[in-house]
Each structure stands twice: as C-alpha cells, then as structure tokens.
C-alpha cells in the first residue's frame, strides 16, 4: 500500500518519498516496508532508528526526506490506520457448511454463513448476514441476530437472544445454568440470556440464565475475556468491562459504568450509571453515579483511598519520630 494511499485515506500530509508498505510495527523495530504510528512525542526517537515509514502529529521535528504523513492529531486517526491493515477473518462462507447439523424448523437466512459441524437446535434463528463458526452450538429457540458474529466454540443455551450486529469470542457460554441453590439444591434456573444491539463478548466468557427473567447486557456495552456474569445480572447499555471479572447473580450495572480488570462486584450490588471501578476491587455496597472508586478490598471512593495511603505514610513518620525520641530506634528505619 503507498504512503500517499493512506495519506488521502485519512486526511494526512505526505513528506518524503512515496514509498510502499506492508504492515504497522512498533517504534523501535526494524521495520523497513513497514509503517510505524508515533502516537506519543516520547517514541519519535525509537521510531526514527528504524526504517519504517512514519506517521507523526504536526511539529515533531523529523529529518529532511524521511518518508512520513503528518496529521493533526494521532490519537484521531490511529483507529483509521489500523482498519487499513485489518484483515477480517472469514469464519465461514455464506450459506450452511455440509457438516452442520440443523434441527427441526430451525430457521438459517440465505444470506446467512453457518460453518463446519455447527449445531443448530429445533425452533432457532440464524438471522441475515450473521455468521456462525466451526463448532458452534445454538441451542432450541435460540436467536442470532442479524449481522452478529459467533467465533469458534460459542456455545448459545435454548432460549438465548442476541441482537443485531453482536460479537461473540471463542469459547464463551451463553445460559448456563446459574449457581443458586437452596437448602443445597440447585434452583431450576427458567429465565434466559439477551444481548441488545450490538454487544461484544470476549473470550471465554460465561453469562448465566436468570432463574426468572432475562439477565440482560444492553446495547453497545463491551465485556472482556474471561469474565462471568452470575444469573440475573443486569448489565446496563455502553458499559465497558475489562476482562477477568466476576458480576455476582442480580447485581446492577447502570448506562455508562467503566471498569478495570480483576473487579469482583457482589450479589445484589448496583452500580449507579456513569461510575468508574478500578481494576482489582470488590464492590460490596452501591456506588453512587458518577463517582470513581479505587482498587481495595473493599473498594472505596478514590479520595478516600487516597487518604488512608496518605495515613498510613504519615503513620510511618510518627513511628520513627517516636523511636528517636524513646531511643529504641530500629536500624533498619533509618534514611
């Protein structure tokens, strides 16, 4: 692909030779018939060391006849550059692939593309345009909305709705049976999964059935790999979840609510529309709209985990002051 290529593709300025390239690599890799995007000021000089080409904001300072595109703002056009080097895969061709098997009056769009050894139970709906990978399974009753992407391994209970436009990674499990129990016996779980418009779910995940009702994921939000959702968990839309989290059975996530990796979020819990949770923390109680709450066990407003941070330095100061004065300072505290 030419430097001027992409320089019209998103609205650059081309400097230097046009030179043909073949892919992006990472500043400071020797990356001759690649194209390196600076995105920070701090990497210009890595990124200089190799022989890419280069993408770089307005007022870098560059040498003469370096093959480069200036634009405004980096951050802007990142997304941009890397749509021109995506290469989709194709996980299955349109139609429905001679080794999968559909069950009675299952309904597959022509337009449609069902891949090798899917499993498509009685009464399902594979919508137009959706594709399901190489050994799917979509369970009876089930619904692939239209233009939704089910990557290899995605299991889809009975009764699970995916709205239009929904991306599923591998191996992640819609509706399974939920862990709740009763005198030790386990619920029947009798409700369903539903994914709104446009919903990603990454990798492994597991979203658990409701024992009655749906558990919900509205539109738009975005759920990493490798986190479980417990039965009937309300997931608000344009959520943002980073993987490796655990939402407990019938907690709340309102519009808007971000968080970090590795955050444990009770039962019963809400999280009010537009907070953010730092990696790492168990929510335990409500967090109120809007507000920040910081990494800890339990989690706790940001400022105030900043003060106890701060105590605790203040504490160790005291100590050592306190030692001096008693003269059983310990050696190890001095400096």
């Not at 609205?11 to 990472?26: A, T």
């Not at 399974?137 to 209970?157: K, Q």
């Not at 504490?315 to 004065?325: C, D, M, N």
Request: include cysteine.
């Amino acid at each position: 692909m030419l430097l001027s290529h992409i320089a019209r593709q998103i609205g650059g300025r081309l400097e230097g030779p046009d030179v043909e390239v073949s892919g992006l690599c990472p500043p400071g890799q020797d990356g001759a018939g690649s194209l390196v995007v600076v995105r920070e000021a701090r990497f210009l000089e890595a990124a200089l060391a190799g022989g890419a080409a280069l993408v770089v904001e307005e007022g870098l300072k560059c040498p003469a006849g370096r093959s480069l595109i200036r634009v405004e703002k980096v951050g802007r056009v990142w997304p941009e550059v890397l749509g021109l080097f995506d290469v989709p895969i194709r996980w299955a061709e349109a139609g429905v692939h001679p080794t999968a098997v559909i069950g009675a009056g299952a309904r597959v769009d022509p337009a449609a593309a069902v891949g090798a050894f899917v499993v498509i139970g009685a009464g399902a709906r594979v919508e137009a345009g959706a594709v399901v990978a190489p050994h799917g399974y979509i369970g009876e009753g089930a619904v692939v909305g239209e233009g939704s992407v089910l990557e290899p391994r995605v299991t889809l209970y009975p009764g699970t709705v995916l709205g239009k436009g929904c991306k599923i990674a591998a191996g992640a499990v819609l509706g399974a049976v939920g862990f709740g129990f009763q005198n030790r016996q386990r619920l029947p779980h009798t409700g369903r999964v539903v994914l709104e418009e446009g919903v990603e779910i990454g990798a492994n995940c597991v979203i658990q059935r409701s024992v009655v009702g749906d558990t919900r994921v509205g539109a738009f939000s975005k759920i990493g790999d490798l986190t479980n959702m417990g039965h009937n968990a309300q997931v608000g839309k344009n959520v943002v979840m980073v993987g490796s989290s655990a939402i407990g059975g019938s907690a709340v996530l309102e519009d808007e609510v971000l968080m970090g990796g590795w955050v444990v979020v009770s039962d019963h819990v809400r999280i009010e529309k537009g907070a953010t949770v730092a990696g790492g923390s168990g929510i335990s109680k409500t967090v109120p709209a809007g507000q920040t709450w910081a990494s800890g066990l339990p989690a706790q407003p940001i400022r105030q985990h900043w003060r106890r941070l701060a105590l605790l330095d203040w504490l160790v100061g005291v100590e050592r002051k306190l030692r001096r004065l008693l003269g059983s300072e310990n050696p190890q505290d001095k400096g």
